[in-house]
């Protein structure tokens, strides 16, 4: 199945849009001053459709796409990775402590035929039932193969505990997620 052709294009785009006036209306003005090259924008209906997913099932790990659109500040020094949607990817052998995506995997996420009327992958997402927010050695290379450009984004998010954290770029770093 071809490739998403968004994903495609923006894998070698650098220059991203600037942001609307409603999601920087949106973003809080202290996070201007937050020492942090990507910002995750998240809609909290977003947010509950992931709580929902991987609360149906707290005993694995579950894994899903985030879908949205990478654009920057007027400034240009922020990025934000703006998150439109969510979309559980429940066909993955998944375990209590590792969940992962082998290279197959993640090509048959791309060609999902759902995505492609939706949008641009922007990141993933799966959770770590009572074991924290961080991303492990196997997280860390599926993010550094499939989502190295600086505002891919990966969501931890803990269940149980009530923890998530967002992590960005090929390093995944650790970047604040604005709820709007
Ligand atoms: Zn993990």
């Not at 003005?29 to 990507?38: G, I, L, M, Q, S």
């Amino acid at each position: 199945m071809a490739p998403i052709l968004n994903w495609v294009e923006m894998h070698d785009d650098v220059s991203l849009p600037t942001a609307s006036p409603e999601i920087l209306h949106a973003i809080p003005p202290f996070y201007a001053e937050y020492d942090a090259r990507c910002l995750v924008v998240l809609p909290g209906t977003v947010f509950d459709q992931i709580m929902h997913h991987i609360k149906g099932n707290c005993s694995v790990e579950r894994i899903g796409i985030l879908i949205g659109r990478p654009c920057k500040r007027p400034s240009g020094e922020q990025l934000l990775a703006c998150v439109e949607a969510a979309l559980p990817v429940d066909d993955i052998t998944a375990s209590r402590v590792k969940v992962s995506i082998q290279k197959n995997g993640w090509k048959n996420v791309w060609g999902e035929p759902a995505l492609n009327s939706t949008g641009s992958i922007i990141g993933w997402y799966h959770s770590h039932p009572n074991h924290g927010v961080f991303l492990s050695a196997v997280d860390r290379k599926t993010q550094s193969l499939w989502f190295a450009q600086e505002w891919k984004t990966a969501i931890v998010i803990d269940p149980i505990r009530g923890e998530h954290q967002a992590f960005t770029g090929a390093d995944g770093i650790a970047a604040p997620i604005i709820f709007i």
